[in-house]
């Protein structure tokens, strides 16, 4: 399975992007989540989606980030709003089959004036 992210860019504060993550394979029965890693800091979960439809956000995007999936696109989308320069990192996603997980390349999201 591979995953390719893209959506990333140059955004201003308080602005917003959307990332996609499109799957060469089936995401239906697959848990996809978005990860980000600012420089110098460890990778951190930024939110989740089962498949079964429930999902997990970091303390620091709840009531901003929103994670979903079109199962028949086979692609997931971050929708990230009241973006903060905070919110700086490249954005990687990955779905776990439960045989197996893969990753994205990532994708870089700055936020500045």
């Known amino acids: 399975v591979q995953l390719q992210a893209s959506g990333g860019g140059l955004a201003q504060p308080g602005g917003f992007l959307r990332l996609s993550c499109a799957a060469s394979?089936?995401?239906?029965?697959?848990?996809m989540a978005w990860y980000r890693q600012a420089p110098g800091k460890q990778r951190e979960l930024v939110a989740a989606l089962s498949s079964s439809g429930s999902t997990n956000y970091a303390d620091s995007v709840k009531g901003r980030f929103t994670i979903s999936r079109d199962n028949v696109k086979n692609t997931a989308y971050l929708q990230m709003n009241s973006l903060s320069p905070d919110d700086t990192a490249v954005y990687y996603c990955s779905g776990d089959w439960g045989w197996g997980v893969y990753w994205g390349q990532g994708t870089l999201v700055t936020v500045s004036s």
């Open positions: 394979g089936v995401i239906r029965s697959s848990n």
